[in-house]
């Protein structure tokens, strides 16, 4: 399959509690985006991270990333209602010039 | 900051026509854009890889007759789905790859839903 994994697929939480997705992914990579998508709107872009970053933070977003076991993680902290959406990471794929996303993680935050 | 734009960003068509979607990149040049399929509570799945000048490459499966795309200009690729049927009815949308970047980091368009009746 050419896409990456994303964990959980779906995410329920209350407003206020942090969410926390994760991305897998198998080759090596340049960089790798998360994006976020509303339903049926196009995708908006969060972080992008570079491959020898290890961490970044914008806002309310805090993203890892360890090449060394192919993850990411995308914590979004005191989550909003506003914060329903679907989630994806994109990967750079370093040797085919070419992103591939994951398969999403769709999280809903409870008012 | 690089913006990418796609028109329309909605249109909808009778079974048997084509449809062309252009995404362009408003404030850089790129060389190589993607266009992207997305269906209903699904991921974006890669379809092909434009290059300005040269002809496209297609991923596996994704019919080259079907979906023609042109890259006439640095700034300027187009999708045309052609003879459109309902099973077409989907999300496209396109990036661009920023050549200036050191990490050829690459923008995506806002997207533009196609609903074949």
């Known amino acids: 399959s050419q896409q990456g994994e994303e964990d959980p697929q779906a995410l329920s939480i209350q407003e206020g509690e942090n969410a926390t997705m994760n991305c897998s992914y198998k080759?090596?990579?340049?960089?790798l985006q998360w994006y976020r998508q509303n339903s049926g709107r196009g995708l908006v872009h969060l972080i992008l991270?570079?491959?020898?970053?290890r961490e970044k933070h914008s806002g309310r977003l805090r993203v890892t990333l360890d090449t060394s076991k192919k993850s990411s993680s995308l914590l979004i902290t005191a989550s909003r209602a506003a914060d329903t959406a679907s989630y994806f990471c994109?990967?750079?794929?370093?040797?085919?010039?070419?992103?591939?996303f994951g398969t999403g993680t769709r999280l809903k935050v409870l008012a | 900051g690089a913006v990418v734009s796609q028109h329309p960003s909605r249109v909808i068509c009778k079974s048997g026509t084509s449809v062309k979607i252009e995404c362009r990149s408003l404030?850089?040049?790129?060389?190589?854009m993607f266009w992207y399929r997305q269906f209903p509570k699904q991921s974006l799945m890669l379809m092909a890889t434009?290059?300005?000048?040269?002809?496209?490459?297609?991923e596996q499966g994704v019919e080259k007759d079907k979906f023609l795309i042109n890259h006439a200009s640095l700034t300027l690729s187009t999708l045309t789905v052609t003879s459109a049927h309902p099973e077409d009815s989907s999300f496209y949308i396109c990036?661009?790859?920023?050549?200036?970047?050191?990490?050829?980091?690459?923008?995506f368009g806002p997207g533009t839903r196609l609903t074949v009746l």
């Open positions: 990036s661009a790859r920023d050549q200036g970047l050191a990490y050829n980091e690459q923008f």
């Open positions: 080759t090596s990579i340049n960089n």
């Open positions: 991270i570079r491959s020898n970053e």
């Open positions: 994109a990967t750079f794929n370093s040797g085919t010039y070419k992103y591939i």
């Open positions: 404030d850089f040049q790129a060389t190589t």
């Open positions: 434009s290059n300005e000048g040269s002809k496209a490459t297609y």
